[in-house]
């Protein structure tokens, strides 16, 4: 074998050594991603519903004869006490003298009497001086404002969890009133299936009137959140909304997660680690299992 030969022999043994190292470099390079570590924080979970203020009491007295009014003692927007006379009629005074004796029950005195049932305002539309009533006439409105309630309807994704122990607070009048639940429907509305939730706050002061825009907080259990921006948010094999984070060995893993609130801002989710390492750039060019390098 000529010298020349065994010279291109070693040439080509060189080259091929020289390309499989090549190869095997160009193999082991990782794709680069940005990424943050991220700490969970502890908050309530809220279901927010937006509903309008009510008062906690109102109804129509109607009388049950025919009579004529003598006198209305009441103006509109009077308040007045419980079993309070409002109107007198023709009978009034001999009824009173005979129930005052005995003579009746408080049940036939009150077919003349028609005093107030509760506390409250006298609101506009009662009769006047002179006017025929018959039975079925409302005579008279009351409105009971000592306490407000606010009706609000959750959805059934919502429901669960929320129990008459919930803390609530009712956003009205740019002030936070804490309420308590008095009512949650045992069955969803046919049609919305949404779920009938009755929240009532002290209002002994008389500040919220009927029909004000109120919103209702209601503060569910405790969960850990993580602060995410929204570019981060990643979709799963089977279409699941979730992020894509590094273990300790960085490999990529999806999470799928679950969007407590949304911001313009930011984001916080649950379903992750209390700490997780979240790919911030360049999830999208990379898939569950893959091995990355980080800048």
């Known amino acids: 074998m000529s010298l020349s030969f065994k010279i291109i022999k070693v040439l080509l043994i060189f080259i091929s050594v020289l390309f499989l190292h090549i190869n095997l470099l160009l193999s082991e390079t990782l794709f680069k991603v940005?990424?943050?570590t991220s700490l969970a924080t502890e908050i309530n979970k809220t279901v927010n519903i937006s509903s309008t203020s009510e008062a906690y009491r109102k109804i129509e007295v109607q009388s049950e004869i025919t009579s004529k009014i003598e006198k209305v003692l009441?103006?509109?927007?009077?308040?007045?006490?419980?079993?309070?006379?409002?109107?007198?009629l023709e009978e009034y005074d001999s009824y009173k003298k005979l129930f005052d004796n005995g003579l009746i029950s408080r049940n036939e005195f009150n077919k003349i009497a028609l005093l107030t049932p509760f506390e409250g305002i006298l609101l506009d539309g009662h009769k006047i001086e002179g006017e025929l009533i018959t039975p079925g006439s409302v005579v008279y409105e009351i409105i009971d404002l000592s306490k407000?309630?606010?009706i609000g309807y959750v959805n059934e994704n919502e429901i669960n969890g929320i129990t008459i122990d919930n803390t609530v607070e009712v956003k009205i009048l740019n002030k936070k009133i804490l309420g308590i639940i008095d009512y949650i429907s045992p069955i969803a509305d046919y049609d919305?299936?949404?779920?009938?939730?009755?929240?009532?706050?002290?209002?002994s002061d008389l500040q919220v009137r009927d029909g004000i825009s109120a919103e209702l907080i209601v503060y569910k259990d405790k969960i850990k959140v993580h602060k995410i921006s929204p570019s981060v948010l990643s979709l799963g094999e089977n279409g699941d909304i979730g992020i894509k984070v590094l273990n300790k060995d960085n490999e990529v893993i999806f999470k799928e997660i679950e969007i407590i609130e949304d911001t313009s801002d930011y984001m916080l989710i649950s379903g992750l680690d209390d700490e997780e390492n979240i790919i911030t750039i360049g999830q999208q060019y990379v898939s569950s299992g893959d091995k990355v390098d980080t800048e």
Not at 76 to 88: F, M, P, T
Not at 192 to 203: G, Q, R
């Open 74 to 88: 009441k103006t509109k927007g009077s308040l007045v006490k419980d079993k309070d006379v409002i109107v007198e």
């Open 34 to 36: 940005k990424s943050m």
């Open 148 to 150: 407000i309630k606010i």
């Open 192 to 203: 919305t299936k949404t779920f009938e939730i009755i929240v009532i706050f002290d209002n």
